[in-house]
């Protein structure tokens, strides 16, 4: 079966930093571009992060820029995004999200989310 498993989320303090873990199992990880998104209470979805296939290329929302890298491990079928200097704004849950298009539509899988709360 396909999985996506999340870890690393956790509480801390603004300024701190956390790195989140997504493994992959059951498709092909290295043929998918792989992203970030995060949604918190009453706020739409939104995308933070996405890599390449190959990990040269890498794309971060405006809000999280020269804070959050994504990289990942074809290797490992891991895909990891650090976060440093975590303000309360951050407060979220992440999800993993591999997609990419196959046979005339979207195909795409998701992690189960992982919770991420930024308190003084």
């Known amino acids: 079966q396909v999985q996506l498993v999340e870890s690393g989320g956790g509480l801390v303090q603004p300024g701190g930093s956390l790195r989140l873990s997504c493994a992959a199992s059951?498709?092909?990880?290295?043929?998918?571009?792989m992203n970030w998104y995060r949604q918190a209470p009453g706020s739409e979805r939104e995308r933070v992060a996405s890599i390449s296939v190959s990990g040269r290329t890498t794309t971060y929302g405006d809000s999280v820029k020269g804070r959050f890298t994504i990289s990942r491990d074809n290797a490992k079928s891991t895909v990891y995004l650090q976060m440093n200097r975590l303000d309360i704004e951050d407060t979220a849950a992440y999800f993993c999200?591999?997609?990419?298009?196959?046979?005339?539509?979207?195909?795409?899988?998701w992690g189960q989310g992982t919770q991420v709360t930024v308190s003084s």
């Open positions: 999200n591999a997609e990419r298009l196959g046979g005339g539509s979207s195909i795409g899988y």
């Open positions: 059951g498709f092909t990880f290295s043929s998918y571009p």
